[in-house]
């Protein structure tokens, strides 16, 4: 093994640095060019070679401000983007936003709370792992039995702690138990009143924007009211409006209010695409949020709107 390693950083060294190809390795090493070709893939797969895709840190400083000063919010980060195609642009923004909050979380010392959805999921799966013991992680919601997993609040909560090296609190409960009486009991509970003191006491908050179709999601699950008609997104199951008016679609739930979002430490919402903008903007308007991360051409329809 030892003298295929040696191999490997020959024949790394001959194609990454001195740029010569693959034929010409095989004929300065006597080997064939499929050899060649499986010591370059093993050389990587062996840590001989690391092959890092460097961020150049497109910024859009003219967007963050703009977008700063529009909604009244305190940061905004917006990364650039080559293509409007809605799966780069998310995977561009999570991964900003995944360097962004590594920058907060990794002198440790921090309580984050965790929401679900699609995107949070998304960005968790781009975090690079660190070693962070001192912090802990801990869902905005009770847990529903939702198959789909970025709906599980738990599970999500556990994968990020996983990354981050960290100490992970569950909400050992639902999200919206059966009845009123069911909610009171789950609220004497010693698994509810450890959630609700680190509720009341949030560094840094990861949330998502929900749209039209978080509310027919929750409306199928939890049942529709008459509030519902008037929504239009939702951050960490608190529905708002156009005009950012935070509206209260159930009662008797067991989760994060939109108090203590606002109270924490920093709000930081991941959010992109077009069919979003009308959320976002109304999430903005909340007053919730203290950080937006999105994407260039994002950035632009929220600035350039007509809602």
Request: glycine letters at 6%.
């Given at each position: 093994m030892e003298f295929q390693k040696k191999q490997m950083q020959e024949a790394a060294l001959l194609y990454y640095e001195k740029k010569h190809t693959q034929h010409e390795i095989a004929q300065i090493m006597n080997l064939s060019r499929q050899t060649v070709s499986k010591l370059?893939?093993?050389a990587i797969k062996e840590n001989i070679v690391e092959i890092k895709i460097n961020n150049p840190e497109i910024t859009c400083k003219d967007f963050e401000q703009a977008i700063c000063d529009k909604f009244n919010v305190k940061n905004a980060v917006v990364c650039g983007v080559s293509t409007d195609d809605?799966?780069?642009?998310?995977?561009?923004?999570?991964?900003?936003?995944?360097?962004?909050?590594?920058?907060?979380?990794?002198?440790?010392?921090?309580?984050?709370?965790i929401s679900w959805g699609r995107t949070i999921q998304a960005f968790i799966n781009e975090f690079d792992s660190i070693n962070t013991p001192d912090n802990v992680v801990f869902p905005l919601f009770g847990a529903t039995d939702q198959e789909q997993a970025y709906f599980l609040s738990n599970e999500l909560a556990r994968s990020f702690a996983d990354k981050i090296g960290a100490k992970v609190k569950y909400a050992w409960f639902p999200y919206k138990p059966d009845n009123?009486?069911?909610?009171?009991?789950?609220?004497?509970?010693s698994y509810y009143k450890k959630l609700y003191d680190l509720w009341?006491?949030?560094?840094?908050?990861?949330?998502?924007?929900?749209n039209s179709e978080i509310i027919q999601v929750f409306g199928k699950i939890f049942g529709y009211n008459e509030k519902c008609m008037s929504a239009i997104g939702d951050i960490s199951a608190h529905f708002f409006d156009g005009n950012?008016?935070?509206?209260?679609?159930?009662?008797?739930?067991?989760?994060?209010s939109k108090d203590n979002l606002k109270n924490a430490k920093q709000t930081i919402a991941i959010a992109c695409g077009e069919n979003k903008t009308e959320a976002i903007i109304g999430a903005l308007r909340t007053q919730i949020i203290d950080t937006l991360i999105t994407d260039e051409y994002t950035a632009k329809r929220l600035l350039y709107n007509n809602f």
């Open positions: 370059l893939n093993d809605e799966s780069l642009c998310r995977l561009m923004t999570v991964k900003r936003a995944a360097a962004y909050i590594k920058s907060l979380i990794e002198n440790g010392n921090k309580k984050i709370a009123i009486d069911d909610c009171k009991l789950f609220k004497k509970t009341n006491d949030i560094d840094i908050a990861v949330v998502g924007i929900g950012g008016k935070v509206v209260e679609v159930y009662e008797n739930t067991l989760c994060a």
